[in-house]
């Protein structure tokens, strides 16, 4: 309406977490028995257990960091990595600069993440693969200049990564403290166990709510508030992390894990594969197999 103005009320975009800089992007699995020494630098670095286990040096610190876990080495901290264990690890390493006082948070912190926050580390790979290429190996050199945006939106998944972990922190410690949540965290448990016992497809909606001792839509409910997926989707993530271990650890070939974890043909199970990791099978193997070269970096 002509002579008429709204009053606007302009509100600044202040950052939380701001990253400034990707330096290097590792996701391999290493070789049991492989050592990183350590070494030192000015940024941060973020290492992300995706299954398997691993000792992690942190100055003079020693931790044991399983699947799901993630530790955070702040500027000038000294880190080294021990794969001692049967179970070789899988691991996503990023390291950035980021200046933002609330990086405090993570000094000499380790923690395990939820499953919605393991959604944001996969959207995080796959625009590394859009925007560096499959071999996900070293310092970052953005190899499909036509990926529009990809080190932005690689920046901006890591920051909402962070912030994530930041939030969640307060909440956690309310949760804890109500008893109401004692009993859905126990059907969560004994949902979640029913799924890894029984990873070759055989399982249906209605015996997780059986096993659980809870309706459907409360099942559903709680998967989503507590998981970020519904309890199929999180099922079918739990698949294709064994995928990934049968691929890797068992030295399967596409064929034979697709029947293990009873897939009808192994080209559904790769077209399936792909949509959850990014990566086909066949290159996830190569990589693999490969990481006993790959896993030399920075020595």
């Not at 199929?232 to 029947?259: F, I, K, P, S």
Request: aromatic share 12%; hydrophobic share 45%; with cysteine.
């Amino acid at each position: 309406m002509e002579g008429w103005t709204v009053p606007y009320a302009p509100i600044p975009c202040e950052r939380a977490i701001e990253v400034r800089t990707l330096f290097t992007l590792y996701n391999f699995r290493f070789a049991t028995g492989y050592v990183f020494r350590g070494e030192s630098h000015p940024f941060w670095e973020m290492v992300y257990v995706d299954d398997g286990a691993v000792d992690i040096g942190a100055d003079e610190r020693k931790i044991m960091l399983t699947g799901g876990d993630v530790i955070f080495h702040k500027p000038g901290e000294f880190h080294s990595i021990w794969a001692n264990y049967a179970h070789a690890p899988s691991l996503v390493v990023i390291s950035f600069a980021c200046d933002s006082p609330a990086m405090r948070f993570f000094e000499n912190r380790f923690m395990r993440i939820l499953p919605r926050q393991r959604m944001l580390v996969r959207e995080i790979l796959r625009e590394a693969h859009a925007t560096f290429g499959e071999a996900l190996d070293g310092p970052v050199r953005v190899v499909n200049e036509a990926h529009l945006g990809g080190v932005q939106m690689l920046t901006l998944l890591l920051e909402a990564f962070l912030i994530s972990l930041l939030r969640r922190d307060d909440a956690q410690d309310a949760a804890r403290q109500a008893p109401e949540r004692h009993r859905e965290w126990g059907a969560l448990d004994e949902a979640v166990k029913y799924m890894r016992a029984n990873l070759a497809g055989n399982v249906r909606f209605a015996d997780l709510c059986r096993h659980a001792g809870m309706g459907a839509t409360a099942l559903k409910q709680l998967f989503r508030q507590q998981m970020g997926a519904s309890p199929m989707a999180y099922y079918e993530q739990l698949r294709m992390g064994e995928a990934r271990r049968l691929l890797a650890d068992a030295g399967l070939n596409v064929a034979q894990t697709a029947e293990a974890l009873g897939f009808s043909s192994p080209a559904y199970f790769s077209t399936r594969f792909h949509r959850a990791t990014g990566m086909p099978p066949t290159a996830y193997r190569k990589s693999v197999h490969g990481a006993g070269n790959a896993a030399s970096w920075e020595e």
